[in-house]
């Protein structure tokens, strides 16, 4: 895999989550070569879905929406694949007058995984090639060798011409040399935690509960056991997201007591008493801070349900001069349709031609 500066251009992209796998994938398409290197064993960064014995459970993004004509053409193709389906479901919220949380209606077209949401980074993922379970650890910039790549044992992984990172900003600004021209743009905290739980429980009768937007401790709740692989006579299967700032004051709790915690929030606001924790997942930079938000528009996905969107960079993030650029959720608003147009952006500036 390790390339050399006397081939024209060789691409390193760091990181194959939503923003790096659909920049490879069009780099590739447009017969530009490219390695991915990832740090896990999978593909989808925060878009993962956990096979739990023979359940497949979202434990990140639980859907997203599209509202860029760029992007739904995306979403048409993962229709047609089969991937993807809208999810058809009426937001619920809490009610102190309620027993049950009550729904909330709203026009936002959200779409899930038929398999898990991880379906779509596998379908970006077809064909590339992915170096996994290699964390980059150090950038090295040579003005002749251009990029080395060098991983937590000190080997060297390759040189390349180009590099692309297309990690959260708070990895990105730890990684890059301090020569890169956008560098010190790259704000120093930019995402906040979540605690996520996947709890398997008695089944929640007469009742069309899928997706529940929480209060101050749990942000959002949501119901897998429509999904395909997950159908279930007698039991249910719930995601529990913790809220950002209860995520943040317990970040180092152990796991059995925050699996506690959401059973205990799930018996007092669903009345469900039967219940088994099956995954515990702390996700340190889960979605993009409350304070890191401007005024600008509404957003309506679970990220960020209920407050503004975030400012975005306006241009994408390049050092033409060393031949780096940045990418991901965060230079576009967070969210996984954010990291898809970061990708397209940067396709479309005279980064590489
Ligand atoms: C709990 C949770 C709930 C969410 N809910 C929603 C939702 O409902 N709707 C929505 O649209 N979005 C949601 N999101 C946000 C959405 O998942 C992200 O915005 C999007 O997936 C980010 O994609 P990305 O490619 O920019 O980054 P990532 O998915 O973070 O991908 C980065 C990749 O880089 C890898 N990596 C990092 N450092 C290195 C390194 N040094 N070397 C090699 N590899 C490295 C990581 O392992 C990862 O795979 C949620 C996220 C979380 C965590």
């Not at 014995?53 to 599209?66: H, I, M, P, V």
């Not at 709740?221 to 039991?235: A, G, P």
């Not at 004051?249 to 059973?263: D, E, L, R, T």
Request: with cysteine; proline share 5%; net charge neutral.
């Amino acid at each position: 895999m390790t390339k050399t500066t006397d081939s024209p251009t060789s691409v390193a992209i760091i990181g194959a989550g939503i923003a790096g796998l659909t920049y490879a994938n069009r780099l590739l398409a447009k017969g530009i070569s490219c390695q991915v290197i990832e740090k896990s064993r999978g593909r989808g960064g925060r878009v993962n879905t956990r096979r739990i014995s023979e359940l497949k459970l979202d434990l990140g993004a639980q859907y997203f929406t599209a509202r860029t004509p760029t992007f739904q053409n995306q979403v048409a193709c993962w229709l047609e694949e089969g991937v993807i389906e809208p999810w058809t479901f009426e937001p619920h919220v809490l009610c102190p007058e309620s027993r049950l949380p009550i729904p909330s209606p709203d026009n936002e077209i959200r779409y899930i995984g038929t398999q898990g949401l991880n379906g779509i980074a596998h379908s970006l993922a077809n064909g590339l090639p992915i170096k996994f379970s290699c964390r980059v650890a150090e950038v090295l910039h040579n003005p002749v060798k251009g990029f080395t790549l060098v991983d937590e044992f000190q080997q060297v992984i390759g040189h390349f011409t180009h590099l692309v990172t297309a990690i959260p900003a708070e990895q990105t600004k730890a990684l890059l040399p301090t020569s890169i021209t956008y560098r010190d743009q790259i704000p120093n905290h930019l995402h906040s935690p979540c605690w996520a739980v996947a709890i398997c429980s008695e089944k929640l009768d007469h009742s069309n509960i899928e997706g529940v937007f929480g209060d101050e401790k749990v942000r959002w709740i949501s119901r897998q056991t429509r999904r395909q692989d997950n159908h279930h006579q007698d039991k249910d299967y719930w995601l529990v997201h913790f809220a950002p700032d209860w995520s943040n004051q317990y970040q180092n709790a152990s796991k059995s007591w925050v699996a506690q915690q959401a059973m205990n929030w799930l018996r007092e606001k669903l009345s469900l008493k039967q219940q088994q924790s099956l995954h515990c997942h702390f996700w340190r930079y889960a979605n993009l801070a409350l304070d890191s938000l401007s005024t600008q528009n509404n957003d309506a996905t679970e990220a960020t349900e209920g407050i503004k969107a975030p400012s975005q960079f306006a241009k994408p993030l390049i050092d033409f001069q060393h031949q780096c650029a940045s990418i991901g959720d965060w230079t576009q608003g967070g969210r996984v349709e954010g990291a898809f147009e970061s990708a397209i952006k940067l396709l479309d500036s005279p980064f590489i031609n």
